[in-house]
């Protein structure tokens, strides 16, 4: 089991430089979950992809039932841990939910975001390096 960040899922939904990647992430650990907040930030993304042409709109529902089926959402995290990790990392709140959510239950978090990977090099891995088994 691994915990995906958004723009992990939105890799595997949208066709793009790292869909291949998360395919074989995919095939790798087929249980991904994520905190309940990416079901704020995933239509977010979308609509991000739908404005730059990446995705038509009438797709939307298929990618997020899609999303729906391969990401569960188990209980949140503790929100002052979620805190305590964003104000001493300088990394925003809704990030660190995923930190929290791996640390809780010491999984790694999947993400190609560089400044996670520096500030919490304890749970975050490259996609690169968990999609190749490194």
């Known amino acids: 089991m691994i915990v995906a960040d958004v723009n992990l899922l939105v890799y595997l939904l949208v066709s793009g430089e ?11 650990d087929r249980r991904w979950i994520a905190p309940r907040s ?6 977010n993304v979308l609509a991000t992809n739908v404005r730059a042409g990446v995705v038509r709109i009438e797709t939307f529902d298929s990618l997020w039932r899609r ?14 841990e ?15 939910e995923y930190v929290a959510m791996a ?23 490259r996609l690169v390096d968990f999609a190749e088994g490194r």
């Open 18 to 28: 790292f869909t291949l990647l998360a395919e074989r992430a995919l095939r790798r």
């Open 38 to 43: 990416h079901r704020a930030e995933l239509p």
């Open 67 to 80: 999303a729906y089926r391969t990401v569960a959402t188990p209980a949140d995290s503790d929100p002052a």
């Open 82 to 96: 979620v805190l305590r990790l964003s104000v001493e990392s300088r990394i925003a709140t809704y990030d660190c």
């Open 103 to 125: 640390r809780q239950r010491r999984l790694r978090l999947v993400t190609n975001d560089g400044p996670m990977q520096r500030a919490f090099p304890d749970v975050a891995v």
